[in-house]
Structure formats: structure tokens, C-alpha cells
Antibody, heavy 119, light 108 residues
Framework: EVQLVQSGAEVKKPGESLKISCKGSGYSFTSYWIGWVRQMPGKGLEWMGIIYPGDSDTRYSPSFQGQVTISADKSISTAYLQWSSLKASDTAMYYC????????????WGQGTLVTVSS | EIVLTQSPGTLSLSPGERATLSCRASQSVSSSYLAWYQQKPGQAPRLLIYGASSRATGIPDRFSGSGSGTDFTLTISRLEPEDFAVYYC?????????FGQGTKLEIK
């Protein structure tokens, strides 16, 4: 079974750093792009960026470029989303999802990681 | 950047009724690159339709997708209680992915 399992909920203070993870299993991790999607409280889905673990090719949405860093460690089939200095506005649920080949869609999705940033 | 606009924002229907959800793109989208997702409260989104009209594995045939160019539609032929949720369309183009703002399907 193809599965993405994300790290647990985090509570952080503004200015702190954070790295959350997404571990893939049941498929060749290096052969599929992994995307990250933000969902702010009560709001819709926003695509943040995507990485190809095979060669770490990474693309960012212009809205998130420079705000977050996406990386992957193919030796442990894990993708990451990290912040160097969190803001209260980063409070959201973050999902990872595997991108298919062509046509490009996201399936499956991880269970989500809730990040709360509060002083 | 292609903007997807979904309508209506909220749709109030009863079980057994037919639901028609719209997704309009600001520029033409390849039909192959249009997908629909369902999200229930407290859950991750789930893929329903890809390539504008192909159902994902395990999706009941009461769900169907259609459209081309800038206008796409998700139809649920006869609503079941478990279908009340939020639905998002998503497109891919120029190495970018965008989602519509969502349509909430609620019980009338």
C-alpha cells in the first residue's frame, strides 16, 4: 500500500525554526514528486512547492519562495518542509502528497501536520 | 498564474438530489491536468477525479467529471450522506499547481 506518514503536531514560538517530515512507503520514493500543501484554519488548499527525491529538483510557488525550504533524504524515503523563523501566520495544517506521473494529480496524501505558532 | 474559481461557494442539497459543482479557469487548462478532490472535516483531501473525467480508484460511479478549456464540472448524480464535504478543483500548468477556493456541499 502506498502511504505517506507525516510527523506529529508542533507548537512553536514566533522566530523559532521548524522542520516537519513526510515518510513514503510502498513505492519507489525516488520516482515520484512529493508536494506540500498548506491549509490555514478554515481556509482552502494552497500549493507551496514540490520536490523530486531522485535528484532533489525543487520548485516553489511564488507565494512561498524564500519563506520555506523543501528537501528530501532519499536514503530514508523522507521529504521535509522547514522554516528558519516562524511567524504566527504560519499557523496551519500542512499536507504532503505524492504527485502522479501524467496526468499530474496528488494521490495519496499524508495525514497532515498541524503547526501552531503562538507566543 | 492560472486562477481557478469555483461556484457556488456553498451548495445546500438533500440526500438523493443531484449536485453540480463548477470550476472555471482564468486561462485554458489542458483537460489532462484538471483534478477534483473531496475533503471531509478533520481529514486530508482525497482524489476523486483526474484528467477532468477519470474516476480515481475506489470512487463510486455517482461521481463524474466533465469539461474542457476553461469550464469544468463535477457532478454527483445522487447524493449519499457521506458526500457532504468540501470539494476542490486543481490544475497543473507551467510547473505550477493551483487549487480553487472550494465548494462546500451541505445538507439542506
Amino acid at each position: 500500500e502506498v502511504q505517506l506518514v507525516q510527523s506529529g503536531a508542533e507548537v512553536k514560538k514566533p522566530g523559532e525554526s521548524l522542520k516537519i517530515s513526510c515518510k513514503g512507503s510502498g513505492y519507489s520514493f525516488t520516482s515520484y514528486w512529493i508536494g506540500w500543501v498548506r491549509q490555514m484554519p478554515g481556509k482552502g488548499l494552497e500549493w507551496m512547492g514540490i520536490i523530486y527525491p531522485g535528484d532533489s529538483d525543487t520548485r516553489y510557488s511564488p507565494s512561498f519562495q524564500g519563506q520555506v525550504t523543501i528537501s528530501a533524504d532519499k536514503s530514508i524515503s523522507t521529504a521535509y518542509l522547514q522554516w528558519s523563523s516562524l511567524k504566527a501566520s504560519d499557523t496551519a495544517m500542512y499536507y504532503c502528497a505524492r504527485r502522479s506521473g501524467v496526468p499530474p494529480y496528488f494521490d495519496p496524501w499524508g495525514q497532515g501536520t498541524l503547526v501552531t505558532v503562538s507566543s | 498564474e492560472i486562477v481557478l474559481t469555483q461556484s457556488p461557494g456553498t451548495l445546500s442539497l438533500s440526500p438523493g438530489e443531484r449536485a453540480t459543482l463548477s470550476c472555471r479557469a482564468s486561462q485554458s487548462v489542458s483537460s489532462s491536468y484538471l483534478a477534483w478532490y473531496q475533503q471531509k472535516p478533520g481529514q486530508a483531501p482525497r482524489l476523486l477525479i483526474y484528467g477532468a473525467s477519470s474516476r480515481a480508484t475506489g470512487i463510486p460511479d455517482r461521481f463524474s467529471g466533465s469539461g474542457s478549456g476553461t469550464d469544468f464540472t463535477l457532478t454527483i448524480s445522487r447524493l449519499e450522506p457521506e458526500d457532504f464535504a468540501v470539494y476542490y478543483c486543481q490544475q497543473y500548468g507551467s510547473s505550477m499547481y493551483t487549487f480553487g477556493q472550494g465548494t462546500k456541499l451541505e445538507i439542506k
